[in-house]
């Protein structure tokens, strides 16, 4: 078995062959170089999503904190008012019974306790 192979067809299949792979080096660094941009955005987007998101929640709890301690803060007023109420005698409760007001009350026993002024101790 004989094979006729030209010299000059040998070299330009040669030459050929290393076009091709300075060609495949060309574009394996351009892919090399779209993967990093690719990474790079990717991070950048991320890193913008998750600071959105942190601070949408931040923000909501700001929001639910705010609510809950105006609701605090109210209660607590309420809570004071009918304490107020108490002491005064001016709830419905003591006002329906004909109680008299907490305040009176404290005021007579402690009346009753304080020694008058002719007794000596």
Do not use: C, Y
Not at 3 to 21: M, Q, Y
Request: net charge negative; proline share 3%; charged share 35%.
């Amino acid at each position: 078995m004989k094979v006729d192979i030209d010299l000059s067809e040998l070299k330009a299949a040669g030459d050929e062959l290393r076009e091709l792979i300075r060609e495949a080096h060309g574009v394996t660094k351009d892919l090399r170089q779209a993967v990093k941009d690719a990474r790079q955005t990717i991070e950048h987007d991320v890193a913008q999503t998750m600071k959105a998101e942190v601070k949408g929640q931040v923000d909501e709890l700001g929001e639910a904190t705010a609510t809950a301690m105006r609701n605090a803060v109210a209660k607590v007023g309420r809570e004071f008012d009918r304490l107020e109420a108490l002491f005064t005698g001016t709830d419905p409760q003591s006002r329906r019974a004909g109680k008299p007001p907490l305040e009176n009350l404290i005021r007579e026993r402690l009346n009753a306790t304080q020694p008058s002024s002719g007794e000596s101790r």
